[in-house]
């Protein structure tokens, strides 16, 4: 029997709408769609009519029919209803009891009173759009608590997704947070089976078990971008257990849980050590960092000699062994503000992955520099930060924050080049909806009327181009080379 699959159907479009050079604008008019509604279907979230489906298949040049996969085997185990513990309300911790509790009964257990008095309210304590869509209508089995001692009890699964701290200065990884968390459920529930989600360092797993002489303690990396965690967690792209010999059937089970509460439907199920699955995380997100300072150094190699940036980058991504994926430059990390997780790898690794984690800080100590000298140029500041004498520059910085949470704004490498903006003495307002009105943010005023941000701006800084920027566009300073993808 044949199933249609949006994500075959997301990965056809985009691969096709690639291969003939259109951009999403260009092919929504073509199949005369809504450019709104293709930038939804390549994300996976809207499923196209009859006629739409039709459209783009004659306009890309694809057959109806390979969207459609031959499923032979039940796609789904049966749900049976868990006790789960999930400790940690941050992005993974959230997006993980939002997608558990679905089928399972669900206590999220954090320390902060004013997050879980949101949570219960069913108000999302993080920016998620997703989140809050779901909070508002989806029927979930999900309690928050402060107490991590009572809310394990009674859990089948322990879940732990507290952060796990870089300590750059001494080369290490804070795991306090995390050991805390396994020693709780430890002391208050013999028999649930523990899984890890934290960015601890490779081998902390396998250390643990022996530690605490448990074989139930497990690892599973979430692979969640901040700006979409719940839709990454509903939709993985893989599934990664890992444990030790004696576990497999309860990685296995776990797997299984995860796979039955998200809504993709073909996600391949991965069972490793412990060790060899925190090395995949380590070196997934050390990879996508690598390819975003990779087309980040292009595109600054290119507004260097003064040449077409996008030119280039187009015809290095029509090679199909690179693609296209994660190829639109940004400020200096990925749009989506990846994980810190790369920065970790001479803490987690020793001295084999050095060189990656060097040639990434590298990479976005020179793209700072770039785009703050940049912007610096088109002000009219130089750089020991006089001002020409015909003007009183002020750079304006359009949503700082992008998609993410406040907190995250000390990863972000807008905090960078605003930094370095300072320091040569431009004077900068922001504009992120998301604050106060007026409120300071990073030492700038924040002006939240968009009319009087253009007008007070005489540059304005945007990581990534938005539509209500269009009447300044002649102020924009962006290297965002496909806008809406």
Known sequence: MKNFSISKLARTILDQRKRLGLTQQELADKAGINRSMLCRLENQEYVPSLDQLTRLANTLQFDVADVFIEYNTPMFNPVVSRNITVYGAGYAGLSAAVQLARHHRVILADPDPERVEKINRRVSPLRDELTERYFARAELNLTAVTDGETACRDADLAVIAVPAECRAKKGSIDTAAVDAAVETVLKNNQTAVIVIRSAVPVGYTAAARERYSAENILYSPDFIRESSPLYDSLHPGRIVVGCGKAAREK???????????????????????????????????????????????????????????????????????????????????????????????????????????????????????????????????????????????????????????????????????????????????????????????????????????????????????????????????????????
């Open 251 to 485: 990685a296995q089970a776990f797997a299984d849980i995860l796979k039955n509460s998200a809504l993709k439907r073909d996600t391949e199920i991965l069972i490793t050590g412990s060790t060899e699955a925190e090395a995949i995380r380590l070196f997934s997100d050390a990879c996508l960092e690598m390819r975003t300072a990779f087309f980040n150094d292009v595109d600054t190699y290119a507004g260097s000699m003064e040449l077409n940036a996008g030119e280039i980058i187009r015809g290095i991504c029509l090679d199909p062994r690179i693609g296209s994926h994660g190829s639109n430059p940004s400020f200096g990390s990925a749009e989506d503000v990846l994980p810190e997780y790369a920065g970790y790898m001479p803490a987690s690794c020793g001295r084999i992955p050095r060189s990656m984690a060097a040639a990434v800080a590298e990479s976005r100590r020179n793209r700072a520099e770039y785009i703050a000298d940049r912007a610096l140029e088109l002000a009219g500041i130089r750089e020991d930060g006089e001002e020409a004498a015909e003007t009183k520059a002020v750079i304006g910085i359009f949503r700082p924050l992008g998609e993410t949470d406040p907190g995250s704004f000390r990863k972000s490498p807008v905090r960078e080049i605003m930094k370095r903006l300072r320091g040569n003495g431009a004077r900068m307002i922001v504009y992120e909806p998301s604050l106060e009105d007026g409120a300071a943010f990073f030492g700038c005023r924040t002006v939240n009327d968009l009319r009087k941000f253009k007008k007070q701006s005489s540059v304005i800084l945007a990581e990534r181009y938005d539509t209500c920027l269009d009447n300044a566009e002649n102020k924009v300073y962006t290297r965002d080379l496909s806008p809406g993808e």
